[in-house]
């Protein structure tokens, strides 16, 4: 019998360290962004506007959990950016929470909203500049093919 006791409470030590570790883990990741993958056709043809722009700064919001980020617009997918112009997009403030990536001097490809009357981007709306500029590419093609197909 005391053998059989053991056994069990081993058991249940063995079982709620299981527990406890996932419920740990799960604590570590509570916040962590998940992304439901679309392609870049769709998010090209959802978003209101799409660039490369590398960051060159990130203002912080002081209460908002919100950032101002500040873009050198590359390549132009869709939109009313130019090239060389600096826009800024609005986002939440950390990539653990869906954010915008905040690497200064990095070049990212975004896939923008206009949100009362400003940008507004996340995580998940980010590609690599190399898509990007694949897929500015297309929608230049598409584009010069509907107006002159017209």
Same mark, same amino acid.
Do not use: D, H
């Given at each position: 019998m005391p053998y059989a @006791?053991?056994? &069990?409470?081993? @058991?249940?030590? &063995? /079982?709620?360290?299981? &527990? %406890? +570790?996932?419920? %740990? &883990?799960?604590? !570590?990741? #509570?916040?962590?962004c998940s992304c439901i993958p679309f392609s870049a056709k769709k998010q090209l043809k959802r978003a209101d506007g799409a660039f490369n722009g590398r960051l060159l700064s990130v203002q912080h919001v002081e209460g908002t959990g919100e950032a101002a980020l500040r873009y050198r617009v590359g390549v132009v997918a869709k939109g009313p950016f130019r090239r060389g112009r600096v826009v800024t997009v609005s986002s939440t403030d950390g990539e653990t929470i869906c954010g915008l *990536?905040? +690497? /200064?001097?990095? %070049?990212?490809? %975004?896939?923008?909203?206009? !949100?009362?009357? @400003?940008? $507004?981007?996340?995580?998940?709306? $980010? /590609?690599? *500049?190399?898509?990007?500029?694949?897929?500015?590419? @297309?929608?230049? #093609?598409?584009s010069a093919g509907c107006l002159g197909g017209g």
């Open positions: @006791r053991v056994a &069990v409470r081993r @058991r249940v030590s &063995v /079982i709620a360290v299981v &527990v %406890l +570790t996932g419920m %740990l &883990v799960g604590v !570590e990741n #509570a916040g962590a *990536p905040q +690497t /200064i001097g990095s %070049l990212y490809g %975004l896939f923008v909203s206009s !949100e009362a009357g @400003r940008w $507004t981007g996340g995580l998940c709306s $980010t /590609i690599s *500049p190399s898509k990007m500029r694949r897929v500015g590419r @297309r929608g230049a #093609a598409l």
